[in-house]
Structure formats: C-alpha cells, structure tokens
C-alpha cells in the first residue's frame, strides 16, 4: 500500500500563486508515474498534470499549461504543483495520485490522497 497526503491547499486571490505537496509513504517503489487532479463542487474529478518516475516527463490540461508546473523530489518522496496566476475556476479540492504504471495519459491510478482545498477569490 502506498499513503498519499496533500498539503499546501488555501485561499488565495485571483493571480496569485501556491505550491500543493504531497508526500508519499509505505511502498513507495510503487509509485511510478503520479498526478494530480482536482473536483470542483457538482464537478466530475478531473485530470490537471501528471510526471513520470523519474521526474523526466511532464503532462498537462491544456487549462493549466504556461500556469502551473509538476515536480518530484523523490529523495524525499514527495511531488509538488506549483500554481501560478491563480485563477477562480481553479477553485477546487485537488487530490495526488500515484500508480505504477508508466503512460501519463492514463488517467486510472491505484492510490489517492485525501485531498486539500484551493480556494481562489476574484
């Protein structure tokens, strides 16, 4: 089993920045590629970005490409989405997921954090 926990979530104005983490533990050589997505209210979950093990490869929304950027550290097995002008419909719980499969377009993955709250006001 791998635990994911998000961090980072808050209220910030429109264009402002913040940076989610989520940290992994337990068997974390599962955790291939991971993601993040996010589900705002009466909204389906939906895919923002994801990265490859290696932190090589990035994918992302088109609504988030130029403003947000995915990163990993995994010495310290955590990942980061830096979020740059910020904007209200980016409004939304966003969750990390990890799964050892490699294809970054997939948007099944075995393992989910609990999520943390972006608020963002006009």
């Known amino acids: 089993q791998v635990q994911l926990v998000e961090s980072g979530g808050g209220l910030v104005q429109a264009g402002g920045s913040l940076r989610l983490s989520c940290a992994a533990s337990?068997?974390?050589?599962?955790?291939?590629?991971m993601g993040w997505f996010h589900q705002a209210p009466g909204k389906e979950r939906e895919f923002v970005a994801a990265?490859?093990?290696?932190?090589?490869?990035?994918y992302y929304a088109d609504s988030v490409k130029g403003r947000f950027t995915i990163s990993r550290d995994n010495a310290k097995n955590t990942m980061y989405l830096r979020m740059n002008r910020l904007k209200p419909e980016d409004t939304a719980v966003y969750y990390c997921?990890?799964?050892?499969?490699?294809?970054?377009?997939?948007?099944?993955?075995?393992?989910w954090g609990q999520g943390t709250q972006v608020t963002v006001s006009s």
């Open positions: 990265i490859s093990m290696n932190g090589a490869i990035t």
């Open positions: 997921a990890a799964d050892l499969g490699p294809d970054l377009t997939n948007r099944n993955y075995n393992y």
């Open positions: 337990g068997r974390t050589f599962s955790t291939g590629r």
